[in-house]
């Protein structure tokens, strides 16, 4: 590989060669005061100065006009060498008593220091060619930003022994105003310098090729007036307010091209207090803007549908808890069946509240729970009143969110136990007092304790071998929402307290 390399470069040299002694002939025919006569006697030595002279004066007058240095640099005995137009670009004074590697070392910053021996390393072993950046601080007070170029320098064998390249001053393209312009004219997003009279002062090159307006046509006219009609005076609006704000001011708005399509455009605009100016950015949001309007209307669609779908579920569950009604009144001679038939019901409207709660809700993934629990202990308060019996609850809640999967078998738990305590939680007045207590134990887990202050305790009701069919659900019911729920000591009244990991999110 080093020898096809070293054949290359000899290649390359020969080329340059053959074309130097084109560019001396072309040369000696411009220099109409040199004529054949006088050419016949120069020597070989003589012809070769010439030669010389003229590939050194080329060289010089490229470097001049494209403000690039020479440079040279052999490892072994640590040599630099620079052409003149790099003492220039680095601003060397004559007086410098110093080698020119300590001069090169003492421009450097500190980041181009700290980069200098890995960059030395690989243009040891590299047989490409190795661009490199440096910022230098010369001893007139300037900061350069330089671009380094090298190439190897090859020995017989073909190892690498040094190397040289050019060196160019790109200063000017980076913080004066070809940077500024080449930022200005090269990028994608849309740059704009606007006057507080609503007039582009300047537009960058984007401005036409989005919206198809010549520059003279955007400068000549108001920016207003090519914004959708629809956006006018809220671009107004954002714009004049641009003298009051300290911040950045970020909006969207639409614009239409000359051809009347729209395009959106998120902007990023601020003012200059000295001149008075607005300095804006915007970008092309099209495409975007409408993948996402497409997304948010499929997503609307399918929360339609899902709603309408909770509200089915919800209608039928209501077809069945009347159907229930109805064969309870047809037995209402069987104490027992008509019992049966209003705890079905009972169930069923505690899982269709819930349907309702969800279609009704903003977000159809989670409902808010303890607005539900009141509702279910109110709608179950109000089936068991009577003359005689006066159903009251109390709540000490914080919000809880939870899922369908979650909310349906918890709605059915809360059922069984409200119910156990209308049925037999009476206090000494025939009355019933049922507490539900929300929270949040420090383990993360939500915690219900729901129960009641009447006169018959029920001992060991989840423990009883002869259990109910509520016992049965409320166990199975715990089960499937991988919770732990146990009955508390109490002498007034029967507690229970539920213990479950919630999957969304508490609002305290």
């Known amino acids: 590989m080093k020898n096809e390399h070293q054949k290359l470069l000899q290649e390359i040299k020969k080329t340059e060669a053959r074309l130097l002694e084109m560019k001396v002939q072309s040369q000696q025919f411009e220099l109409k005061a040199v004529d054949s006569a006088s050419v016949s006697f120069l020597n070989e030595l003589e012809l070769n100065e010439f030669k010389v002279g003229l590939n050194e004066k080329l060289i010089q007058n490229s470097e001049d006009f494209s403000n690039q240095g020479r440079w040279k640099y052999i490892f072994e005995t640590n040599v630099m060498e620079w052409s003149e137009e790099a003492y220039k670009i680095f601003e060397y004074p004559e007086d410098y008593k110093g080698s020119l ?19 030395v390393e690989k243009l040891k072993t590299s047989y490409n060619d190795v661009m490199i950046n440096h910022t230098i ?62 007039h582009f002062v ?59 399509e729209i395009v959106y455009l998120s902007w990023n605009s601020q003012i200059d207090e000295e001149t008075n100016l607005a300095y804006c950015t915007a970008r092309d949001i099209t495409e975007t803007k409408l993948v996402k309007d497409s997304l948010l209307n499929d997503l609307s669609e399918k929360e339609l549908l899902l709603r309408e779908i909770h509200h089915r579920v919800k209608n039928n569950l209501q077809i069945i808890s009347s159907l229930l009604s109805l064969q309870a009144g047809a037995n209402s001679e069987h104490e027992q069946l008509t019992e049966l038939y209003d705890d079905s019901k009972n ?25 539900y629990t009141k ?8 089936a068991f009143t009577s003359k005689n019996k006066i159903i009251d609850f109390s709540f000490d809640a914080v919000k809880v969110y939870l899922n369908l999967d979650t909310a349906i078998p918890l709605g059915l738990l809360i059922n069984e136990m409200v119910t156990n305590s209308i049925k037999h939680g009476e206090d000494e007045f025939g009355n019933v007092n049922i507490f539900v207590v929300i929270k949040k134990s420090e383990e993360g887990l939500v915690e219900f304790t729901i129960g009641d202050k009447g006169i018959n305790t029920q001992k060991d009701i989840l423990s009883n071998e002869g259990n109910s069919l509520g016992v049965l659900l409320i166990n199975s019911l715990v089960e499937q929402i991988d919770g732990e729920i146990e009955q508390l000591d109490s002498d007034v009244g029967t507690t229970f307290k539920l213990f479950f990991k919630n999957r969304p999110s508490i609002s305290p």
């Not at 590697?101 to 960059?119: A, G, K, S, V």
């Not at 007036?225 to 704000?245: Q, R």
């Not at 509702?375 to 109000?382: A, E, I, P, Q, R």
């Open 375 to 382: 509702k279910l202990v109110g709608d179950l308060s109000k």
């Open 347 to 371: 169930r069923i409207q505690s899982m269709a509240a819930i349907h309702e709660m969800f279609y009704q809700s903003d977000e159809l993934d989670k409902i808010e729970f303890c607005t």
């Open 101 to 119: 590697n300590e001069f090169y070392l003492e421009c450097i910053d500190e980041r181009t220091t700290n980069l200098l021996p890995t960059q």
């Open 202 to 260: 300047k537009v960058s090159p984007s401005w036409s090729k989005l919206l198809g307006y010549s520059e003279k046509e955007l400068i000549s006219n108001s920016f207003l007036d090519f914004v959708h009609p629809d956006d006018v005076e809220k671009s107004a609006v954002v714009y004049d307010k641009l003298e009051d704000a300290e911040l950045m001011s970020t909006f969207e708005n639409r614009y239409l091209t000359k051809s009347g």
């Open 137 to 198: 601080h010369t001893p007139n007070g300037n900061t350069k930003n330089l671009s380094c170029v090298s190439t190897p320098i090859l020995d017989k064998k073909g190892d690498i022994i040094g190397v040289e390249g050019y060196i160019k001053d790109l200063t000017s393209h980076i913080t004066g105003n070809k940077g500024l312009d080449n930022f200005f004219n090269l990028s994608h997003d849309l740059h704009c310098i606007v006057h507080m009279d609503h």
